[in-house]
């Protein structure tokens, strides 16, 4: 029998979940986020990037989901099998307790991975307890119709460019469009779903009940023996292995590419405009990631995404962007035009739904400064760079040393108009500084009397026109009194001693202005207006970077008190989005790289600090 889609309600209950009340799976290409309630609520396939099949966190009624759950009242928790980025949700009901456990496997380059295979596991542990599933695909972010057939015990959902097909180990009936099962296990019994994307050499096939165990076995296996890698063994392993096992998620296996984060358009304000599409490589946020998997040991994603770089990003001259773009699709692409998705209401009614990025055109000089101190420390720690990839630091380090000095968009990519921004010119100051130690290590061939003075140049700048007699603290831009979060990078950058006088001027200053209760707002908008309207929570990796500048400051009692209170912050799995709101909620897409980067070096300092 064939349907075709149309848009239906979504059933009684709470329309959003919290943003924070979800877990993440993945297979190193793409990943969905499941909710505390057994619902995936967000799956792009085949890639990041690609368009939505389940997108109700979007949009309750358009969006689509696969719901599974226990069908009578229960109350959930939400865990991670120790070690791995498989999720366990259990259902506690009067009866019984029952279980989901939901991985996709992590294939090599066999056609299985073209799979992308999605198994929903589910279990009684105790007594018995009944289900219901609802497989509700809406494809191309709920704007494609989609036909359905259940052809013997597949079914294959099929829309214009892409064919999903369910196979169950319990009996589904139509639902229109859509699919449903009820059923019900005693203990020790379990069922098995099982989502494919077919198509070409990929023919759809079920996955039985041994099948799925072996799966979920070499899952299990595949993320313990990759963590076993982690050279960590600090005060908070738990919460640093987890954010390395997160920022592995984040990346895509074909490429070596790392995005900012998984989701697009989750509000910074619930209700306004400040809704962005986070899938992609932003060349700063990917650095600082390969920062922070080298410091625990993982140099494998630190070659994976240097490759990356020399294989898909060429520096080039005559962009208005300079010689490299502030972000990249996971295949390298450059284009990556900015659209509004007016058929979906937003998380929570928090319009618009934008994908792509139009900020991908902005001039945003920092960003080589984070890439070329990601390859210093790959050349020391993982291993030395060729000589092509030298070439094109050097390349980079003279472009720099040409066009430090004009206005940009700065690292929170304003919307504002350019300004001559602290923090670009300390990142610029950081290429060229950088680079230099790379030319001296190892004898390389380099201008360095002009990369010298250049530096010393940019130095002398920032001392004398970036510093506010009136605030007593480096300030967000030249000729104004506004504070930034983004200096607090100066002295973890090595470009002011933790201890100066004017550097602690500063961070007494920020903590006035900027701290609440530990968590850090990147700037205030009225003070500095950014060109949207509304205001945003605190800045997950700001706290983090403020946590660190204490604890370099030698105020490790306040930065320990600091970096505790944060960790209250992450959701019941150790996960972060973007920001905090007032009210302690996460806000933002989610997770976000930038935040569990930053936890991982905070983690990693303030443990060396404390002995």
């Given at each position: 029998?064939?349907?075709?889609s149309s848009?239906?309600?979504?059933?009684?209950g709470?329309r959003?979940?919290?943003?924070?009340?979800?877990?993440?799976?993945?297979?190193?290409?793409?990943v969905?986020?499941?909710?505390t309630?057994?619902?995936i609520?967000?799956?792009?396939?085949?890639?990041?990037?690609?368009?939505?099949v389940?997108?109700?966190?979007l949009?309750?009624?358009?969006?689509g989901?696969?719901?599974?759950?226990?069908?009578?009242?229960?109350?959930?928790?939400?865990?991670?099998?120790?070690d791995?980025?498989?999720?366990?949700?259990?259902?506690?009901?009067?009866?019984g307790?029952?279980e989901?456990?939901?991985?996709?496997?992590v294939s090599?380059?066999?056609?299985?991975?073209?799979?992308?295979?999605?198994?929903?596991?589910?279990?009684?542990?105790?007594?018995s307890?009944?289900?219901?599933?609802r497989?509700?695909?809406r494809?191309?972010y709920?704007a494609?119709?989609?036909?359905?057939?259940?052809?013997?015990?597949?079914v294959?959902?099929?829309?214009?460019?892409t064919?999903?097909?369910?196979?169950?180990?319990?009996?589904?009936?139509?639902?229109?469009?859509?699919?449903?099962?009820?059923?019900?296990?005693?203990?020790?019994e379990?069922a098995v779903?099982?989502?494919?994307?077919?198509?070409?050499?990929?023919?759809?096939?079920?996955?039985?009940?041994?099948?799925?165990?072996e799966?979920?076995?070499?899952?299990v296996a595949?993320?313990?023996?990759?963590?076993?890698?982690?050279?960590?063994?600090g005060?908070?392993?738990?919460m640093?292995?987890?954010?390395?096992?997160?920022?592995?998620?984040?990346?895509?296996?074909?490429?070596?590419?790392?995005?900012?984060?998984?989701?697009?358009?989750?509000?910074?304000?619930?209700?306004?405009?400040r809704?962005?599409?986070?899938?992609y490589?932003?060349?700063r946020?990917?650095?600082?990631?390969?920062?922070a998997?080298l410091?625990?040991?993982f140099?494998?994603?630190?070659e994976?995404?240097?490759t990356?770089?020399?294989?898909h990003i060429?520096?080039?001259?005559?962009?208005?962007?300079?010689?490299?773009?502030i972000?990249?699709?996971?295949?390298?692409?450059?284009?990556?035009?900015?659209?509004?998705?007016?058929?979906?209401?937003?998380?929570?009614?928090?319009?618009?739904?934008?994908?792509?990025?139009?900020?991908?055109?902005?001039?945003?000089?920092?960003?080589y400064?984070?890439?070329?101190d990601?390859?210093?420390?790959?050349?020391?720690?993982?291993?030395?760079?060729?000589?092509?990839?030298?070439?094109?630091?050097?390349?980079l380090?003279?472009?720099?040393?040409?066009?430090?000095?004009q206005?940009?968009?700065?690292?929170?990519?304003?919307r504002?108009?350019?300004?001559?921004?602290?923090?670009s010119?300390?990142?610029?100051?950081?290429?060229?500084?950088?680079?230099?130690?790379?030319?001296?290590?190892?004898?390389?061939?380099?201008d360095?009397?002009?990369?010298?003075?250049?530096?010393?140049?940019?130095?002398?700048?920032?001392?004398?026109?970036?510093?506010?007699?009136t605030?007593?603290?480096?300030?967000?831009?030249?000729?104004?009194?506004?504070?930034?979060?983004?200096?607090?990078?100066?002295?973890?950058?090595k470009?002011?001693?933790?201890?100066?006088?004017?550097?602690?001027?500063?961070?007494?200053?920020?903590?006035?202005?900027?701290?609440?209760?530990s968590?850090?707002?990147?700037?205030?908008?009225?003070a500095s207006?950014?060109?949207?309207?509304?205001?945003?929570?605190?800045?997950?990796?700001?706290?983090?970077?403020?946590?660190?500048?204490?604890?370099?400051?030698?105020?490790?009692?306040?930065?320990r008190?600091?970096?505790?209170?944060?960790?209250?912050y992450?959701?019941h799995v150790?996960?972060?989005?973007?920001?905090?709101?007032?009210?302690?909620?996460?806000?933002?897409?989610?997770?976000?790289?930038?935040?569990?980067l930053?936890?991982?070096?905070?983690?990693?300092?303030?443990?060396?600090?404390?002995?």
């Amino acid at each position: 029998m064939v349907y075709t889609s149309s848009h239906q309600k979504a059933p009684e209950g709470p329309r959003y979940l919290p943003i924070s009340e979800h877990g993440l799976i993945g297979d190193l290409r793409s990943v969905a986020l499941v909710g505390t309630n057994g619902t995936i609520d967000w799956y792009c396939c085949p890639a990041f990037d690609s368009p939505s099949v389940f997108a109700s966190i979007l949009d309750a009624d358009r969006g689509g989901s696969f719901e599974l759950a226990a069908s009578v009242p229960a109350r959930t928790k939400q865990f991670y099998f120790p070690d791995t980025n498989v999720l366990i949700t259990r259902f506690f009901t009067e009866d019984g307790v029952g279980e989901i456990q939901d991985f996709m496997p992590v294939s090599g380059e066999s056609i299985e991975a073209e799979r992308h295979r999605l198994i929903r596991r589910v279990l009684c542990v105790r007594g018995s307890v009944p289900f219901q599933a609802r497989v509700a695909p809406r494809f191309d972010y709920g704007a494609q119709p989609h036909t359905m057939q259940m052809l013997g015990e597949v079914v294959v959902f099929q829309s214009m460019n892409t064919s999903l097909a369910l196979t169950a180990t319990v009996p589904v009936e139509s639902d229109g469009p859509d699919v449903r099962a009820d059923f019900k296990l005693a203990e020790g019994e379990s069922a098995v779903f099982a989502l494919d994307q077919v198509g070409g050499d990929v023919t759809p096939r079920g996955c039985p009940r041994f099948e799925a165990e072996e799966q979920f076995v070499a899952t299990v296996a595949y993320w313990r023996r990759w963590l076993s890698a982690s050279r960590y063994r600090g005060r908070w392993r738990e919460m640093v292995h987890r954010s390395a096992l997160t920022l592995k998620l984040l990346t895509y296996a074909p490429t070596g590419a790392i995005v900012a984060a998984p989701t697009t358009s989750l509000p910074e304000q619930y209700g306004g405009e400040r809704n962005w599409d986070y899938r992609y490589v932003w060349v700063r946020d990917a650095a600082f990631c390969v920062y922070a998997l080298l410091r625990l040991g993982f140099t494998g994603e630190a070659e994976a995404f240097v490759t990356f770089l020399t294989r898909h990003i060429t520096p080039g001259d005559g962009r208005p962007s300079g010689p490299l773009q502030i972000m990249y699709g996971i295949d390298g692409r450059t284009d990556l035009p900015e659209r509004e998705l007016g058929h979906l209401e937003g998380h929570r009614g928090s319009a618009p739904v934008r994908v792509g990025n139009a900020a991908a055109d902005q001039l945003q000089l920092d960003i080589y400064g984070a890439l070329i101190d990601s390859v210093y420390l790959y050349d020391k720690w993982a291993q030395p760079i060729s000589s092509d990839q030298w070439d094109d630091v050097c390349a980079l380090v003279d472009w720099v040393c040409d066009h430090w000095d004009q206005p940009d968009e700065g690292v929170w990519e304003t919307r504002g108009g350019r300004k001559k921004f602290l923090y670009s010119r300390l990142m610029c100051w950081v290429a060229i500084e950088r680079a230099i130690r790379m030319a001296h290590r190892r004898g390389l061939p380099a201008d360095v009397p002009r990369w010298r003075q250049c530096r010393d140049m940019i130095y002398r700048r920032i001392m004398q026109r970036s510093w506010s007699t009136t605030r007593r603290a480096f300030v967000q831009h030249e000729g104004g009194d506004v504070l930034d979060a983004s200096v607090l990078m100066m002295p973890l950058a090595k470009f002011i001693a933790p201890t100066d006088p004017k550097w602690l001027s500063t961070l007494d200053a920020l903590t006035e202005d900027l701290v609440s209760d530990s968590l850090v707002y990147r700037y205030d908008p009225q003070a500095s207006p950014d060109g949207l309207r509304g205001d945003e929570g605190t800045f997950s990796i700001c706290s983090f970077w403020y946590v660190e500048a204490l604890v370099r400051a030698g105020r490790l009692d306040e930065a320990r008190l600091a970096f505790e209170k944060m960790l209250t912050y992450a959701n019941h799995v150790g996960l972060y989005a973007e920001e905090i709101s007032h009210t302690g909620e996460q806000q933002g897409n989610f997770p976000q790289a930038f935040t569990h980067l930053a936890l991982i070096s905070a983690a990693f300092n303030l443990d060396r600090s404390l002995g």
